[in-house]
């Protein structure tokens, strides 16, 4: 389970696209319905992109129907990635951790085949200079987060032809679901206990993930 932290859109494609280079097997990574818009949605989809809800609160399908399919991921032993902090950071420090699917990616992990170990590897990316960096000044001096549509792609068609410096992709240790706790204990476990438990998790791996921090200009 790839977990980075988020900086930018640009993340997700360039953690795929150094992996692909490097001949490892390209996630399936879980993303906000906000990106699933045409022409976007079809092409991140055949990316290994897969859309959810910003909030689950009175769906009683689509969890249950999510929680299946990241389950059948792990069982067949597919990367799955993630984005820790739920959006991407405005100013560059690392977010809280969001518990939703890192809960769910635990349940996953209790089902994977026995003799197999499934890890949480803390990822940080780095940029010298942010591509989305003037809509962030503009949101942090208060104006609304506009959402994403085919007229901002355009827009962002421009960055193309910039430079923005180096950006640094560094992996911390991975953090092992096993060693949280064994598989077989998670599910009989209470759900105040669980809670507790994957907020240590979820803040280990913030912490692991600030371990590979660079100090940027």
């Known amino acids: 389970i790839l977990v980075p932290c988020h900086r930018s859109h640009l993340d997700y494609l360039l953690i795929s696209s150094v992996l692909f280079d490097h001949n490892i097997i390209v996630p399936h990574i ?18 290994g992109a897969f859309f959810i809800k910003r909030s689950f609160a009175g769906d009683r399908i689509f969890p249950v129907v999510f929680a299946r399919y990241l389950e059948e991921l792990v069982r067949m032993e597919v990367p799955v990635e993630f984005f820790i902090e739920g959006g991407r950071s405005r100013t560059g420090k690392l977010l809280p951790p969001k518990l939703g699917v890192l809960a769910m990616t635990m349940d996953a992990a209790a089902g994977a085949r026995e003799g197999r170990k499934v890890s949480f590897l803390p990822i940080y990316v780095g940029y010298e200079q942010i591509a989305e960096g003037d809509v962030y000044a503009r949101e ?5 987060k506009e959402k994403e549509n085919v007229g901002q792609v355009v827009k962002a068609t421009r960055v193309l032809a910039e430079r923005y410096g180096k950006v640094y992709l560094r992996v911390g240790e991975p953090i092992y679901a096993e060693d ?14 669980r809670e507790e438990i994957l907020m240590g998790l979820g803040e280990r791996l913030m912490h692991r993930i600030n371990q590979q921090a660079v100090a940027l200009p």
Request: charged share 25%; net charge positive; aromatic share 10%.
């Open 140 to 144: 942090l001096g208060g104006a609304k």
């Open 30 to 47: 879980v993303a906000g319905e906000n990106l699933s818009f045409w022409p976007l949605g079809a092409i991140f989809r055949r990316c």
């Open 180 to 193: 949280v706790i064994p598989r077989r204990q998670w599910a009989a476990t209470p759900k105040d206990r």
